[in-house]
Structure formats: C-alpha cells, structure tokens
C-alpha cells in the first residue's frame, strides 16, 4: 500500500497505564459459529471472554440459510465430498486441508445432534435418516438443513446455549474491539469499547479472531450490518499475513425488490427443482453448463449477469411454482414469509433474484491448528483463509469449516494458554498520534460512496482501468479518513471498511487472470503459468 494511506498501528491513542485491565487466558472476538466452537473446546483447557460488537446471536451464522455440508448418506462418501472441494477451488486449495475438514463431517454433524441440535428428517417422529438437501457444485445431497432453511439460526442456539451453560466462558455483547495488543512480535489481547463500560484492555494468553467477513463493503450483501471487515483490519494492522483477498464470492441468487434486504436465497432451493427464468420466461442455464441451476455459484452468478445484460433487466426470476405448496412450505418457511411480506405468494408466481456480495474467500493466513504468523493470534471462520476454499466456496462448507477449525483453534489456543504463566501486571504500552485535522466528516456519505464504488468497479466482472480508477478513489479517501482519531464504532468502521477494500482492489488488479470468482474481463483465461499460487499481503511489505 501506497505509504500515505498504510494504516497506522493503532487506530487509537493508547496509554496503557491510564486504562482498565481484564486478564482472561483465550480471548475470542466474535460470536458465531466459529467463536462459540472455539470457546466450547478452549473452555476445556482455561479461562475464555467472548467479545461480540453487537448481540451475541447476531452475526452471519444466523443467517445461513442452507446448511452443513457432510457426507453421512450411504450413497455418499468423503472421496466425494474431497472432489467435489477440490474441483470447486479450481487450484488453490490445499488438498490435505481439504481432507481433513471433509473426513470430521460426519463427526461434527453427531456431536451437534448430541446438544440438541433438531436437524430435519426424513420422517417427522421418530429417529428417522437425516433428510439431505443438494446444493451447486455437490455431486451428492450431502446439506444438513434445520427447519428448512433456519439452519443457521438452530446452529446459533445450540452453540450459544453450550457456550452460556459453562461456567469459565463469559460473553460481553455490544463490544468493539478497535485493535489487536502486539508486544514484542506476540499478541497480548486487545483494546476494547464497550457501551456502557467505555475504553478498556484484555489482556490475554492466547486471541481468536472469529468475526467473519466484509460483505458490508458492497453496495448489495447478504451480510448483515456488523460484517465491515473488523477482523481483517486489525489483523492486517497487528502484521498478520492475509492472502486470497481478490476472492470474493457473489451469492447468485438473493431477493431483489426495491426497499428489500438482498436476503439470501438458499441454493437448496434450486436443489429441490427451482428453476432460473429471464423475463421471458425463459430457461436460460442450460446455455451456461451442463449442471443447470446446480452449477457452482461463480458460474451461476456471471449467467444471470449475462442474462440481466441481454434481457435489459434488473433481475431473473427464481420459479418454484411447478413444485408442490406442501414440499415449499415445509423446506422453505422463512423465503415463503418473506416473499409475503412483499405480496410474492412463491407457489404462483417467481421471485427477482439476483447477485449480492456473500462471502469473503480470503483472510488471514492460518495452519492447520488456525495459528496465524503472530504468535498468539489464531483465527477461524470467514476471517481466515485455511486452504479450505480457494477460488470458489462449495456451498455449505463454511459452516463446516467454521466447526472444524473452531475446534482445532479453540483447543491450540486453549492448551496454550494454559501452559502459560499469568501476566497480572499492567500492560507498558504507549502509543500517540499527531493531532488530527479536526474537519468534520459525514461519515455515512462516505461509507455509501465505498460501497457504490466496489458494487460497481470491483463486482462479478473486473476490468483493469476501472480497478485503477476504484484505487485512486480510495486513496483519496484514505488520504483524510485515515489520519483521523474516532471515538465511535462508525468511526472505526469506516477505516477499517476502507482498509479491506484497499487490498481487495489491489488483489484484484496484480492477479491478472480470471479463475473461481475472480473474472477479468481483460484476461478471460486461467493462467496457471503464472497464477496458481496466492497473493500475500502483510502490513509494510509488498505483496507477493
């Protein structure tokens, strides 16, 4: 990064010894379904404090609406599961990661199932298979669904109702941690605001980052409000190695009616037989791929994107209305709601859907036990990048991958932290800034300028001179955002908003092929040659 928008160490002034301290052994930012698996299995070995900037069910995991992926059919199997990854990722992921996450499905499918997670079955009563939905990219029906498409809210109860439920994991909601502690290479916790208490510090042991991605720099997500990039940001400012950060995958079908969230719209609905029409009424996937509407998402999002550009249209239309009101009203309770709501009865007539940011494929740089390069600093969920993904998410693998290294984090972090001596002393750091230009800013307006600027120059489909023009526009923002000391958690947003778009672009624009969800309409091939490796960022160096 150009030097005069590099961010600063800490976004804030801090005197450590002018500061409140709490001492905890593992610190976990964030509450979904990453932290609270890491909390569980770290609560095993010490003392854990969750910190969550809003309340503790909110976050992404709430939202998932398609499920678990796991092979657990007997006409399964995790060869297939591990192909179907691979395949997916289109050259960037790491098979033996691959293979572990997919072989601790099954596993963490039954362990859920045994803190009394109500999974839908074949049969209402009883203790009936597992009813499995299909989703793109799947060669199997292989997602674990709950309540049809609430999935990720049973998911949230169950782990929230674990986590409370143990007696050494204390939660903090309305928490913003504005930036990770580093002394002397190490991670040693956290500068924390809180609402009510103000200003503080954790120190900590060991720290998780677990607080997803930065859909929120889009114009169009199905992220909810809180998901502005906090984690990467702080990461990358604390000298983690972040990676993939060009990668990001576009959901391709979300609701698209004026006045609406772009609330997502579950891929299982396409597996149980919806069908993808333009505004003729036409079908229109089979032009694109053999598998149809089961294709993997980058490949069903840039048809839609052709398809909105030849019809002239706003939209496409998802069409369930050949299937049965029985089948839709028990696998899709929340869409037929919400459509509702919008006098859209779904068993008559089709719902405009259309691409929306959806998840953030790259993030901080982590092993196989989630360890980051900080010593200390661990990481799990979308936040990370742990070879899992590459190019392409499979659909319903993050929430796997977010149990998986939940665990394998939760129990790195935990064990050592527990052979650690405890530091009660108070932390001696200082850290001051010049004084800040006191102009005042409307924070809002430039908030909704970053995200017109990436929904429009740095989408579905890329272009070299327009992620240039996207560059210099946030570098010119940055220039008088980023020297700035705030006091809100709008405030911090915006920087930390704006220093994830920063590495976006220029990801976007040094990776000069198209492969998984990274198109470039100016280099159309896949260029293994020179490209089937990652990018690096790291604070102070140039990307590699």
């Known amino acids: 990064m150009k030097k005069h928008i590099e961010p600063r160490r800490y976004l804030k002034q801090i005197d450590a010894s002018s500061l409140p301290h709490i001492f905890t052994d593992v610190l976990i930012i964030g509450s979904g379904a990453a932290g609270l698996r890491a909390a569980i299995e770290a609560a095993k070995y010490a003392s854990v404090l969750v910190l969550t900037k809003d309340e503790a069910a909110e976050g ?28 997916s990722g289109q050259g960037l992921t790491e098979e033996k990661v691959v293979r572990l996450v997919a072989s601790e499905g099954p596993k963490s499918i039954e362990e859920l199932i045994q803190w009394g997670a109500q999974f839908d079955r074949d049969e209402k009563y009883g203790d009936s298979p597992l009813n499995l939905a299909r989703e793109g990219g799947h060669s199997r029906a292989r997602i674990v ?17 674990r986590a409370r439920s143990l007696p050494n994991i204390q939660i903090f909601e309305h928490t913003f941690v504005v930036d990770l502690l580093t002394q002397d290479g190490a991670c040693t916790g956290a500068l924390v605001h809180n609402e009510v208490m103000g200003f503080f510090l954790v120190r900590s042991k060991a720290t998780i980052l677990a607080c997803g991605g930065a859909g929120q720099i889009y114009r169009e997500t199905t992220n909810p409000p809180g998901a502005t990039g906090d984690g990467l940001a702080i990461a990358y400012r604390a000298g983690a190695k972040l990676r993939d950060m060009e990668f990001v995958q576009f959901h ?3 609701l698209y009616i004026a006045g609406a969230n772009r609330a997502l719209i579950s891929e299982a609905v396409r597996g149980e037989g919806a069908l993808l029409r333009n505004n003729q009424g036409e079908r229109f996937m089979l032009k694109f791929s053999k598998d149809a509407e089961l294709a993997p998402r980058d490949l069903v999002s840039r048809a839609i994107l052709t398809e909105m550009k030849a019809t002239g249209d706003t939209s496409v239309y998802l069409d369930l209305t050949h299937l049965s009101q029985e089948s839709i009203a028990e696998r899709f309770p929340l869409l037929a709601d919400l459509c509702a709501t919008f006098d859209i009865d779904i068993t008559k007539e089709p719902i405009p859907v259309r691409p929306s940011v959806h998840y953030f494929l790259g993030g901080v740089v982590v092993d196989k036990q989630g360890r980051s390069n900080i010593e200390n600093l661990f990481a799990a969920g979308e936040v990370s990048s742990t070879g899992l993904h590459g190019a392409n998410r499979l659909g319903s693998n993050s929430l796997l991958e977010s149990l998986f290294f939940g665990v394998r984090a939760g129990e790195a972090a935990g064990k050592a932290a527990a052979a650690r001596p405890a530091e009660r002393g108070p932390l001696s750091l200082k850290f001051s800034l010049p004084a800040a230009k006191k102009d005042a800013l409307n924070l809002t307006d430039v908030i909704n300028s970053l995200k017109s600027l990436m929904w429009r120059r740095v ?42 778009a ?12 198209s492969r998984g ?16 490796r990652h990018l690096v960022f790291q ?6």
């Open 60 to 87: 992404n995991t709430k939202h998932a609406m398609g499920g678990i992926a796991a092979a657990i059919s007997p006409e399964d199997s995790i060869e297939e599961h591990i192909a179907d990854t691979l395949k």
């Open 145 to 161: 669904h709950a309540q049809g498409d609430a999935t990720g809210l049973e998911l949230a109860r169950v782990l929230l109702t």
């Open 252 to 254: 391709p079908t979300t």
């Open 459 to 500: 989408g579905i489909e890329r272009q070299g001179q327009e992620l240039a023009e996207a560059e210099r526009r946030i570098d010119f923002w940055c220039s008088y955002v980023m020297d700035k000391e705030f006091d809100t958690r709008v405030g911090w947003e915006l920087q930390n908003m704006l220093t994830v």
């Open 502 to 513: 920063k590495l976006t672009i220029v990801a976007a624009h040094l990776r000069q092929e």
């Open 517 to 532: 969800v990274h198109i470039r309409v100016d280099f159309p091939e896949r260029d293994d040659v020179h490209w089937k």
């Open 539 to 544: 604070k102070g160096k140039e990307p590699r």
